[in-house]
């Protein structure tokens, strides 16, 4: 499960705000870092009430350099044994070509807590296939602009079954994302990649729906 910034607004119509219109505007009051912790709050809390549960967050460069919300994390995961090793960090590539220095210190640090970390929308930006390497990541997201057309462009298909094969070469996971039809998912399947993500899979729901849904169908 991937944690998405989604709120309701206070409308009459109680209209849901998505992560790519909330975010921007948390960064431009300098509110992201506040955000992001609380995100990390409500995926620990899951977790910890769902011991089956793999969940992932992502997590701005804001919040990557703060002190604060490092010790949140450890401070959280401390709290909540067992929440580690399910947990999975995100952070996009554009993030970590900016220094690649950096995102590798950055990702030591989450393996140092015990968590997962991935490299999320990999292809969005320049990072060549020496750094991903390089970075440590444990999963590679595949950018959804490369999926959604994989079955029409010969060169994304090019492109996603040349990742897939370093990346399993390379011992790491991968995730294809935008998956919209069967035919797309087969094709990525029958490549080696691991998960798929996208509107085939399942729409954004909220937690709470979803969880007790599934709690429900446990226990029929």
Not at 159 to 169: C, G, H, I, K, S
Request: aromatic share 6%; proline share 3%.
């Amino acid at each position: 499960m991937e944690k998405l910034t989604d709120c309701r607004t206070d409308g009459v119509d109680g209209a849901i705000c998505h992560a790519n219109e909330i975010i921007p505007v948390a960064e431009r009051l300098g509110l992201v870092r506040m955000l992001d912790y609380r995100v990390l709050e409500l995926v620990v809390g899951e977790l910890t009430a769902e011991p089956a549960l793999n969940a992932s967050v992502n997590v701005s460069p804001a919040s990557a350099m703060d002190p604060d919300w490092w010790a949140g994390l450890g401070g959280l995961l401390r709290a909540n044994s067992g929440a580690a090793e399910r947990l999975i960090i995100e952070i996009t590539e554009t993030a970590a070509i900016q220094d690649v220095d950096d995102a590798r210190g950055f990702v030591a640090r989450v393996k140092d807590l015990g968590c997962r970390i991935a490299i999320d929308d990999f292809g969005a930006g320049n990072t060549s296939f020496r750094n991903l390497r390089k970075l440590g990541v444990d999963i590679v997201k595949i950018d959804g602009a490369f999926v959604q057309n994989i079955m029409k462009s010969s060169d994304d298909r090019a492109f996603v079954r040349t990742l897939v094969d370093l990346a399993r070469r390379l011992g790491l996971k991968t995730v294809a994302e935008w998956v919209q039809d069967e035919e797309s998912a087969q094709l990525l399947l029958g490549f080696g990649c691991d998960y798929l993500q996208g509107q085939l899979i399942g729409l954004a729901t909220p937690e709470r729906p979803w969880l007790d849904k599934k709690n429900r169908a446990a226990s029929a």
